[in-house]
């Protein structure tokens, strides 16, 4: 049986795998991710507790670049390549900080160059633009879909909810609510990611105003935040934080005129998935920013799929097992 070493890193909760896919490539990195990745489950610590995994980061570190650059490819639970990851980026700057000491990176996503500054504890990753334009998100029709009810879900337990469908790095449909924790994510959410308006699928970002997270970051507004919870595509289950989503619940308020007092005179508005805190910048016709933790939680070695069926997996890549001979993740 082969093995590579990985890391276990995460951003506010949002849980990844890393591979150096230069020192340790990995051949079937889709059935790889299939294999270990597991919302609660996913891997094993030194000490025998499970973890969660809510993807894997491919990374190539380039630090003879100026500033040092890191290509990341996220591959996902079904085994579907992530166009970016907002807590995924921030990971990729923690490992490449721990790894060559220094503290800005550019980061090469599928979605563009993403520039990184890890001060301290804290990672901010500049987000590129949200866009709410048709063809970027993308969407099926030709208009916006700013405050829109999707016909398609009638009769679904989704039928009501208004969404706002903007692209992070990844498509989201943003929907209000007056309060998170008491959606049924999972069954709410389903219809609206495999909606008809999405030809390729979208996460799903549920944000009510939230009074208590008002000034939970350091440098946050004396005003109300939001929380947030996200269920995400390629995962197909809710995870403890989403980047992308947080910037989503931002750019969505911006738009709506749905920002909170305080946070919309301020530079930055706190965004409190159930995992954190994140901080979220959404300035006029700029590049969106996401701050907040990201580190390192345990290394060991994993177990590489030899062939497309499951010969060489043994223990906890076994978790996995059953999802191997699915189909990729095509449909999104
Ligand atoms: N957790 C991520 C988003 C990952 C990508 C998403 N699941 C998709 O397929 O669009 C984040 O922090 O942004």
């Known amino acids: 049986m082969t093995e590579v070493p990985f ?11 890393v591979v ?44 003879g670049a100026d500033p040092a650059e890191v290509t990341m490819t996220l591959v996902q639970p079904d085994g579907s390549i992530a166009e970016m ?37 804290e990672i901010a990753v500049e987000m ?6 048709p063809q970027n998100v993308p969407l099926a029709g030709d208009d916006p879909l700013i405050d829109a009810t999707l016909d398609e879900l009638a009769d679904t337990p989704a039928v009501g909810h208004r969404v ?3 692209n992070t790095g990844v ?26 308006a999405f030809p390729e699928g979208a996460n799903v970002t549920f944000a009510s105003v939230s009074a208590d997270r008002a000034g939970a970051l350091d440098a ?60 979220v910048a959404v300035p006029d016709d700029e590049p969106a920013r996401l701050r907040g933790p990201a580190e390192k939680r345990f290394d060991g070695q994993l177990s590489v799929p030899e062939d497309d069926r499951i010969a060489g997996v043994t223990g906890e890549a076994a978790l996995g097992a059953d999802r191997l001979n699915e189909d990729p993740g095509s449909e999104r």
């Open 7 to 17: 890391e276990k890193y995460d951003g506010a909760g949002n849980d990844f795998v």
């Open 20 to 63: 150096d896919s230069e020192a340790d490539p990995v051949e079937d990195r889709a059935a790889f991710a299939r294999i270990h990745c597991d919302r609660e489950a996913g891997v094993e610590n030194a000490a025998g507790a499970r973890h969660g995994a809510d993807g894997v980061l491919f990374l190539s570190l380039d630090e």
């Open 85 to 121: 990851c907002g807590n995924g980026a921030r990971c990729v700057a923690a490992w490449a900080a721990d790894r060559s000491g220094l503290s800005t990176f550019d980061i090469d996503t599928p979605a563009g160059t993403r520039r990184a500054v890890v001060d301290s504890d």
């Open 128 to 133: 590129g633009e949200p866009t709410f334009a």
């Open 164 to 166: 706002t469908v903007v």
């Open 171 to 196: 498509p989201h449909a943003v929907v209000f609510v007056n309060d998170v924790d008491a959606v049924d994510i999972d069954a709410v959410a389903p219809p609206i990611r495999h909606a008809a």
């Open 220 to 279: 946050a507004p004396d005003g109300d935040g939001f929380r947030q919870r996200t269920f995400e595509r390629g995962v197909e289950g809710e995870t403890r934080a989403c980047g992308t989503g947080a910037v989503a619940v931002a750019a969505a308020a911006k738009r709506l005129g749905r920002l909170p007092d305080g946070a919309a005179d301020s530079e930055w508005i706190t965004v409190s998935p159930p995992g954190g805190d994140l901080g």
